[in-house]
């Protein structure tokens, strides 16, 4: 975490005082809104990998998340002039599935989006936890999935570095579960891991 924190450090940018002249003025983008008050729409995809599960299938998953994302429900800013907020999130999602039973899945989930921000407003670390359900072609397969109705759940955290005023580059740790509930027996649920980059519009 040290390194990760040192690295995204070098992306805000560092000003000097020189004796007798005024501060150096900071640029447009760190004067700005705060770009945690507005909402924003995040498109993602990546890469998945099968790392657990019931399922003796290996897998492998193409994920593509279309986001939407509150302004900040509450948070704290602190003297330095970073801040740490937590947003509402809602995701569409779409799988296609590269190797396994299934061809694709189409589902939604929602979580709270908890981000901290630099004290440049220029990057963040952020940080979800969230699930929900979707639809997926199961094919009847020995150690696919059960039935087409499928629940999921999710974690992430990654790194979002602002480009402009109101766009943004993303990166991230991708972990994916998808399951019946028990609804059918055996309900074989699928693990998976990976990354996924994409870009972030605030308005």
């Known amino acids: 975490m040290k390194h990760l924190l040192l690295a995204a450090a070098l992306l805000c940018p560092v000003f000097s005082l020189?004796?007798?002249t005024p501060a150096a003025s900071a640029p447009a983008i760190a004067s700005s809104i705060d770009p945690w008050s507005r909402h924003a729409?995040?498109?993602e995809t990546g890469m998945l990998w099968k790392v657990g599960g019931d399922t003796p299938l290996n897998y492998r998953i193409v994920p593509f998340m279309l986001s939407w994302r509150s302004p900040d429900m509450f948070?704290?800013?602190f003297d330095n002039g970073s801040?740490?907020?937590v947003r509402n999130r809602i995701s569409l999602m779409g799988n296609w599935f590269e190797t396994g039973a299934e061809n694709r899945y189409l589902g939604f989930s929602a979580a709270p989006s908890v981000e901290w921000w630099s004290p440049c407003k220029c990057w963040a670390l952020f940080g979800s936890i969230g699930g929900g359900?979707?639809?997926v072609d199961?094919?009847?397969v020995p150690g696919g999935q059960g039935q087409d109705r499928t629940l999921n759940w999710f974690g992430q955290l990654g790194i979002e570095h602002r480009l402009t005023d109101h766009l943004s580059v993303r990166a991230s740790s991708y972990?994916?579960?998808h399951s019946n509930g028990g609804a059918t027996n055996p309900n074989p649920g699928l693990n998976s891991l990976g990354f996924l980059v994409g870009a972030a519009w605030s308005f």
């Open 18 to 20: 020189s004796a007798g």
């Open 41 to 43: 729409v995040d498109f």
């Open 75 to 77: 948070g704290a800013r």
């Open 83 to 85: 801040a740490l907020v």
């Open 133 to 135: 359900m979707g639809w």
């Open 138 to 140: 199961s094919q009847g």
């Open 175 to 177: 972990f994916q579960h």
